[in-house]
């Protein structure tokens, strides 16, 4: 299975996107993963038992990334976070140089249980531990089913939080992913009323460019003395 989910991203780049909402450069891929892989990748979720709790004025949740009891979701998690999926965001936002943070900081795998909610907040813009700009946010959501009554959808809002211009719901295997705005609001305000054994799960992965300059001339690589 690990073979399937590399050829997978090898060949990513035949995968098309569909713009959701040009305004706020949110793009959004349905059915991601191929059934077989994505039903392997959940089963894995349930054997996990080293959750961190998550709790603050945003929201309460567990995360991870600690993946070792589950060797498929370890391979995916590295894979989202890989040059395949770097060179396939590139060309999807048409933008370059993306680059991913090996620390996984405030990524990983989330989970969101029955009575939680996340309040809408704009993300840090800075990553100061590579020192890196935070230029695109990709979510991809391991629900093994999810109604829309039981809300836990992603919204965005305006930048004065007035109105909500894009709701998308957790659906399983759904990829969404936008381009960081400092005043992109959005978050799962509502509070979730699903099934006690049906977690809201997803992975979140954060994708960085750098600004910096070279601290001396460029040059190339030489073997001369």
């Known amino acids: 299975m690990n073979e399937k989910i590399l050829n997978f991203f090898s060949n990513i780049s035949s995968i098309s996107p569909v713009l959701v909402?040009?305004?706020k450069s949110i793009w959004m891929v349905d059915n991601f993963l191929p059934n077989n892989v994505y039903q392997a990748i959940t089963s894995e979720i349930d054997v996990i038992d080293n959750w961190e709790l998550c709790s603050d004025e945003v929201t309460t949740r567990k995360e991870t990334?600690?993946?070792y009891q589950?060797?498929?979701l370890q391979s995916l998690l590295l894979l989202l976070n890989s040059n395949y999926m770097c060179e396939w965001l590139n060309i999807q936002t048409k933008n370059t140089g993306l680059v991913t943070d090996p620390y996984?900081?405030?990524a990983g795998l989330c989970r969101t249980e029955q009575g939680s909610k996340l309040s809408l907040h704009c993300d840090f813009n800075w990553a100061n531990h590579i020192k890196l700009n935070r230029s695109i946010n990709a979510i991809l959501y391991l629900t093994k089913k999810w109604e829309e009554n039981w809300n836990g959808d992603l919204q965005f809002w305006n930048k004065d939080k007035t109105k909500c211009v894009e709701?998308?719901?957790p659906l399983p295997n759904r990829l969404v992913f936008w381009k960081?705005?400092?005043d992109l609001w959005h978050g799962m305000p509502e509070i979730l009323n699903n099934p006690l054994d049906v977690?809201?799960?997803q992975?979140?992965?954060w994708y960085y460019s750098s600004d910096n300059k070279p601290k001396f001339n460029p040059q190339t690589s030489t073997s001369k003395a």
């Open 21 to 23: 909402n040009k305004e």
């Open 65 to 67: 990334t600690k993946l």
């Open 70 to 72: 589950s060797p498929l």
């Open 104 to 106: 996984l900081h405030g």
């Open 167 to 169: 709701k998308l719901f």
């Open 180 to 182: 960081y705005h400092t």
């Open 199 to 201: 977690p809201r799960d």
């Open 203 to 205: 992975i979140c992965i």
